[in-house]
């Protein structure tokens, strides 16, 4: 069962990784995701990380903060873990660039709303 105190953990998870993926992004290109399978999967661990962690959150948050379509994120999750050999460069470097610095907003205003 997921615990309500869990939530903050959970949400420090995201953040953490988001900010490793725009740290390291500035550091790679796509072609680098494209030539290094060390570069693709470190990326890839990273938006996993996320996609679990939304996956741990309790029902009650997310359904209390519908501005973030937890279930496309949480679906990526499923893919990268089970689906891993469908996953390509250009899909993981378009949530990188588009979706993940859309997320960091959400994530850090729900964080100041989270008790310590």
């Known amino acids: 069962m997921r615990e309500k105190v869990k939530d903050r953990g959970r949400l420090e998870h995201?953040?953490?990784?988001?900010?490793?993926?725009?740290?390291?992004?500035?550091?790679?290109?796509?072609?680098?995701?494209?030539?290094?399978?060390?570069?693709?999967?470190?990326f890839t661990k990273f938006v996993e990380v996320i996609g679990e962690a939304v996956y741990m959150l309790t029902k009650e948050f997310r359904a209390s903060h519908?501005?973030?379509?937890?279930?496309?994120?949480?679906?990526?999750?499923?893919v990268l873990v089970h689906g891993y050999y469908t996953v390509d460069p250009e899909s993981l470097?378009?949530?990188?660039?588009?979706?993940?610095?859309?997320?960091?907003?959400?994530?850090?205003?729900?964080l100041q709303e989270q008790p310590e």
């Open 93 to 110: 470097w378009d949530t990188i660039e588009c979706d993940i610095p859309e997320l960091k907003p959400w994530i850090e205003k729900y």
């Open 66 to 78: 519908p501005e973030v379509d937890w279930r496309v994120i949480e679906k990526m999750r499923h």
């Open 14 to 42: 995201i953040l953490e990784a988001i900010n490793e993926i725009q740290e390291y992004k500035s550091q790679y290109t796509l072609e680098d995701v494209k030539n290094s399978k060390l570069v693709f999967y470190g």
